[in-house]
């Protein structure tokens, strides 16, 4: 069964200081991996994309890595802001499918502390 | 920025009305997709289309109905709405083609509909 999971699901950091969050997936075969970013009460936007060949990609003080042969990503935030207080959702999405599926994970809420 | 709109952000309703939630992008894109999100949970897909006149049920089976009429409208219609259909609706459009989500295809979101039904 495809399935997407994220750990933590609930992760507080003081404004500054540098956190890392993962995702975990079975989604064959695989195509690509996205990033999304989701503040309260709107829809998520795009942090990053990688596909299969691709080991690290940077948004700016957003990096994701992506593991293909362990299914594992992580995105790892620097120097945090209180701005980046948000649900952070792992996307995998499948090749060979007809209806190219894209897996949502449950997201990692990350609040910010001054 | 994404040009993806819905309207309205917020309704409370009733059990048993008629709503329809609206969705308009002005990227021209021919994908567009509905999905319904509680809090914690992940995105499911209730709908999608691949053009005007195109369109079909996702994976979460729901009781709404969607129509394509234009390329950049999307609307969502409960013909009779129940508590069970309290969630956020958010509706999406990609810059793909076909059936294939491409490796490089972006999806974006509007800002969601929180639909409380009493």
């Known amino acids: 069964k495809n399935q997407v999971e994220q750990s933590p699901q609930s992760l507080i950091i003081l404004e500054g200081k540098n956190c890392t969050l993962q995702c975990n997936y079975t989604v064959s075969p695989f195509s690509n991996l996205r990033w999304y970013k989701q503040d309260t009460g709107r829809g998520p936007v795009s942090l990053t994309i990688m596909t299969f060949s691709e080991n690290t990609k940077s948004n700016g003080r957003y990096t994701a890595t992506l593991d293909a042969d362990t299914k594992q990503s992580s995105l790892h935030i620097t120097a945090s802001q209180l701005s980046d207080s948000a649900s952070y959702i792992c996307v995998v999405s499948d090749r060979g499918s007809t209806l190219g599926r894209l897996y949502f994970g449950r997201g990692t809420q990350l609040t910010v502390w001054p | 920025e994404a040009d993806i709109y819905q309207t309205p952000r917020y309704l409370v309703i009733g059990t048993g009305k008629k709503i329809t939630l609206e969705c308009s992008q002005t990227?021209?894109?021919?994908?567009m997709y509905w999905y319904q999100q509680d809090p914690g949970m992940e995105l499911h897909l209730i709908h999608y289309s691949y053009g005007v006149n195109s369109t079909e049920k996702g994976d979460l089976s729901s009781e709404s109905t969607v129509s394509r009429i234009r390329t950049e409208h999307f609307p969502l219609t409960l013909e009779s709405a129940r508590p069970s259909h309290t969630s956020q609706y958010l509706c999406?459009?990609?810059?793909?083609?076909?059936?294939?989500?491409?490796?490089?295809?972006?999806?974006?979101f509007g800002s969601g509909t929180q639909l409380s039904v009493l």
């Open positions: 999406a459009s990609s810059d793909g083609a076909g059936q294939q989500v491409a490796t490089n295809e972006k999806l974006f």
């Open positions: 990227m021209g894109h021919d994908k």
